[in-house]
Every structure is written in structure tokens, then in C-alpha cells.
């Protein structure tokens, strides 16, 4: 009897703390659904925070979903399909303009360049945005950031966008790279990894980064309803301190070691090519050190929103933006 009993106590520990064990673990583990507006290397942080577990660390089960563009992100939001959407933040100024009563916070910024770069037919050392007068370009959708910062540095360079050039809104977001390809296009505006591919398989080359030639600009945030805020505060502070995770290990490894790292979200495309557009990402200061969302800048994008005539009337900051997660998140 005074060997089966140590035995047996034995077992009812150890399936105790197994049960207990697997029990907190599905409690730890909130699902979260985040739709992206593109699936890009200019978003690396975040997929370094998803490879590296930074979102299970933090109690998060992620599931993304590629909205292919903000208009479909925001729709999805407002539905009810997803829960945090990351895109520019011109969309929930929109929203919040058009009267809606559950509105869009930003609550943490990612990125503080543009992603895209200007592609042409062939090498231009010497390029000019005056390059541009009288050709065809493919632009980006009327109202969206792509479009507007483009044509913000249009216009710091003295070009009339609707007259000094034409420039083709008609192409679906992320097709524009095949349409240049197969039409007669002189320049084409492409986020990557498409302005990479498009120089590896000889089609064109990128002559100018809009990123470097707008300045800083708020280009992408992370969003969600008010309503879903205020009832998930918590699931807010956890989710942003899994990408101020991310945003610091982009920030202190090499293009390489994070090329690595965020391969398994870009199956069909070359590590050493990731490595290249990292490095290219890198040099141009894309990437913030913390995802406070500061007040000059949400001035800036509406000033944008402004002289592209997309603006009805500014939006209030502090209804629009909070930087209390961002803060806790980068202490």
C-alpha cells in the first residue's frame, strides 16, 4: 500500500497540472482578426512580430487577412469580418466625416515614409520629376495614400498633375506591375516586392522613392471601432506591444537576419531578394522606433487630404487618435 499510493498520487498530480496547464493556455489565447491593406515587405515588422511569436507572447492567436486594398480593409471592419484593420489613416478621417457615431481610432502608426517607388521603362541616372511632363503614368486609386503623396510631390516640384502629365487610375491595386509589363505605360508607381521584381526580370527600373521625396508622412496605422476599443482595451495594449516587438528587432538586426525571419510570409519570393527590399526600406528611414502617432503628423496627412481635395473638413485629433498604447507599449 506504501508503494501504490505515491504512485497514484503521482498521476492525479500530474494530470492536475496538465489540465490546469492546457486549460490556461486556451484562456491566454485571444483570436484576433487584422486585415491588412496589402501583404508587403514594407510591413516587415509585423511579420516579424507573427514569425517570431511575439502575438502568442502577448495571449494572441492572429489571423490575417489581406484586404488588398483600404476601401475592402474598412468595409471588413464595418462588417464585423475583422477587428484591427492597418492602413493609411486618410480612411477613418473619411468615415468620421461622412457622421459616423462608431468611429475609427488609430492607435498605433507603423510606417513614417512611403512604400512605393517610381518605375521606368529604362535606366534614368539623371531623373527629374520634370521627367514626367507629357508622359503616361500608372498611378494609384483616387482618394488613397498611394495616389495623394504622389501627388503631393507633384506639386512641391511644380507639376500639375491633371495637366502636366495623365495619369491612369483605372488599374485594380496591386495589378499595375502586369499592366506595366504588357501596355505601353512610360512610368509606373509600385510598392514592393513588385518594383524589385519588375528590375530583376528586365521590365523596368526604379528611378525615385516617394518615400525619400515626400519626407515623413503617416503612411500606415493600426485602427479599430471605438466601441471595440473601449470593450477590449486590454487585447489593444497587447496587440501593440507584440508590434513594438517587431519594430524593435527590425530596427537592430541586419536586412539579412530579418529577410530570415519574415521568408515564410513571402513563399515565392527569393531571400536575397526580401534581403534587398529590407535594405532599400532600411536607407530611407521607413520604419518609426515607436508607434506613437503624433499630432504634426495626423496635421500633415490632412494637409495632404487637403491639396489632393479629399477633405470635406479636418477631423479632430483626439477623437481620432490615441497614443496611450503606443506609450505603455514603448516604455
Not at 25 to 43: D, G, Q
Not at 79 to 96: L, P, Q, R, T
Request: aromatic share 10%.
Amino acid at each position: 500500500m506504501k508503494k501504490i499510493l505515491p504512485s497514484f498520487l503521482v498521476m492525479v498530480l500530474l494530470f492536475g497540472l496538465c489540465a490546469a496547464g492546457c486549460g490556461q493556455k486556451e484562456e491566454e489565447l485571444t483570436k484576433i482578426t487584422l486585415n491588412e491593406v496589402a501583404h508587403s515587405i514594407f510591413y516587415a515588422p509585423q511579420y516579424a512580430a507573427i514569425e517570431l511569436g511575439y502575438f502568442q507572447e502577448e495571449g494572441i492567436e492572429l489571423t490575417l487577412v489581406n484586404g488588398a486594398g483600404a476601401d475592402n480593409v474598412m468595409t471588413s471592419l464595418i462588417a464585423g469580418d475583422a477587428d484591427i484593420g492597418f492602413m493609411g489613416s486618410e480612411s477613418s478621417i473619411y468615415v468620421y466625416n461622412q457622421g459616423a457615431d462608431d468611429y475609427f481610432i488609430n492607435f498605433a502608426q507603423l510606417t513614417q515614409r512611403a512604400g512605393n517607388f517610381l518605375v521606368a521603362r529604362e535606366p534614368m541616372d539623371s531623373f527629374t520629376w520634370d521627367d514626367l511632363k507629357g508622359k503616361n503614368v500608372l498611378g494609384g486609386r483616387k482618394g488613397g495614400m498611394p495616389q495623394m503623396v504622389f501627388e503631393y510631390i507633384l506639386k512641391q516640384n511644380n507639376i500639375d498633375p491633371a495637366k502636366d502629365l495623365n495619369i491612369d487610375q483605372s488599374i485594380q491595386f496591386g495589378l499595375t506591375a502586369a499592366a506595366f509589363t504588357s501596355g505601353d505605360a512610360d512610368f509606373t508607381v509600385e510598392f514592393e516586392p513588385f518594383a524589385t521584381s519588375l528590375e530583376l526580370e528586365g521590365s523596368g527600373h526604379v528611378v525615385a522613392s516617394l518615400g525619400v521625396d515626400s519626407g515623413y508622412v503617416p503612411y500606415t496605422a493600426y485602427c479599430a471601432q471605438a466601441s471595440y476599443i473601449e470593450k477590449n482595451s486590454d487585447i489593444i495594449q497587447k496587440f501593440t506591444n507584440a508590434m513594438q516587438k517587431g519594430i524593435e528587432y527590425v530596427n537592430s538586426h541586419s536586412s539579412e537576419e530579418i529577410a530570415k525571419t519574415i521568408k515564410p510570409q513571402f513563399p515565392e519570393t527569393e531571400e536575397s531578394t526580401i534581403a534587398t527590399i529590407v535594405e532599400r526600406y532600411k536607407e530611407q528611414d521607413t520604419w518609426k522606433n515607436d508607434m506613437i502617432f503624433e499630432e504634426s503628423s495626423f496635421d500633415l496627412l490632412q494637409d495632404i487630404l487637403d491639396e489632393a481635395g479629399e477633405l470635406s473638413a479636418r477631423a479632430p485629433y483626439d477623437k481620432l487618435v490615441t497614443t496611450e498604447y503606443a506609450k505603455k507599449a514603448a516604455e
